[in-house]
């Protein structure tokens, strides 16, 4: 196929159609917002490309060529469907459509964009949201994520990190059969004498030492026992049949300790921490979808934590550090 050129020949030839439709150089230079001598050139250079005169000017009248009515009649669809695929990515610009796609825990989840999904599928029916499941760190940008969710994980410096919950804190937890056949627990030392239930962190690769702090101290204890999982829920659930001390988030045993199920310990030893945070590439330009996504995580009330065993809960949104010196289990 012949190259007429790029971006400049089709300047040219919307020149040229211009021209050709109002019937005078001066009415089509004005629609074009450019001179009357520059029009005239730039028909000049297109005649000249192509081999053809297209035009027949004097002093009083333009007339077209039978050559400059052939393309005038292909050209002017092919111009019509640019002009309404531009005004169709303008229009794209504002409206929220499009797959937002996601990755954050189970926990991050429930959390913060479960609670939202209805108002978000109400007000936005054209959008849709992908959410993957995974307790590992991912690369959103290779993998194509929009953004993504985590609790106390060190991000990228070309990170946008923002706070979308409350500070949490970890609770010691224990059904009161277990309390009632193992010795008393006093400090978090007394935990290596205990079965525990272990928390294998998928994103390093290994368990899940617990922290503590007390009086400005901050340390860990490596703790044993029969069991490992790689989810919270199977953990809280071997921890409320008795089978051994969980360490889970303090809003995911809240109802179970209130109803007397696990029994809370060490709880002066387990201070807040920052919660989960939204983190997205700072490089690339917000897609409407996910501003909406985000304005309705802003617009979200604060709720109590307590209302129930995996309760969404919301605090304020704002700017945090993109990096955490706490490396919470997920």
Request: net charge neutral.
């Amino acid at each position: 196929m012949r190259s007429h050129g790029g971006r400049g020949g089709l300047d040219d030839l919307a020149a040229f159609a211009c021209v050709a439709e109002v019937g005078s150089f001066t009415r089509a230079a004005a629609r074009l917002a450019m001179s009357t001598s520059n029009l005239s050139h730039t028909i000049r250079r297109l005649e000249a490309r192509l081999g053809y005169r297209l035009l027949q000017r004097n002093s009083r009248s333009v007339s077209i060529t039978e050559e400059g009515r052939t393309l005038l009649a292909a050209l002017r669809p092919a111009l019509d469907g640019i002009d309404e695929a531009l005004e169709s990515l303008a229009h794209g610009r504002e409206q929220v459509l499009g797959t937002l796609r996601l990755t954050m825990t189970r926990q991050a989840y429930e959390a913060i964009v479960r609670p939202i999904l209805p108002e978000f599928g109400t007000r936005y029916p054209e959008a849709t949201i992908e959410v993957l499941i995974d307790y590992a760190y991912r690369d959103i940008v290779a993998e194509q994520f929009d953004g993504g969710i985590r609790l106390g994980e060190k991000l990228e410096r070309d990170m946008i990190a923002l706070k979308v919950g409350p500070d949490l804190s970890m609770a010691i937890v224990a059904a009161p059969s277990y309390l009632d056949q193992h010795p008393p627990i006093l400090q978090p030392e007394d935990l290596i004498q205990h079965r525990c239930i272990n928390y294998r962190m998928l994103s390093a690769g290994t368990i899940y030492a617990w922290e503590f702090e007390r009086d400005g101290k901050a340390f860990e204890v490596g703790v044993s026992g029969p069991l490992t999982f790689n989810e919270p829920e199977l953990m809280l659930g071997a921890a409320i049949d008795g089978l051994g001390i969980g360490n889970l988030l303090e809003h995911e045993v809240a109802a179970y300790v209130e109803s007397g199920k696990l029994i809370r310990i060490l709880a002066d030893w387990t201070p807040p921490f920052p919660g989960f945070h939204f983190y997205y590439p700072s490089k690339q330009q917000m897609r409407p979808v996910l501003a909406a996504f985000l304005d309705l995580i802003r617009r979200r009330k604060y709720r109590d934590s307590r209302c129930r065993p995996a309760c969404p809960f919301l605090g304020p949104l704002y700017d945090v550090s993109v990096s955490s010196a706490r490396q919470a289990p997920r």
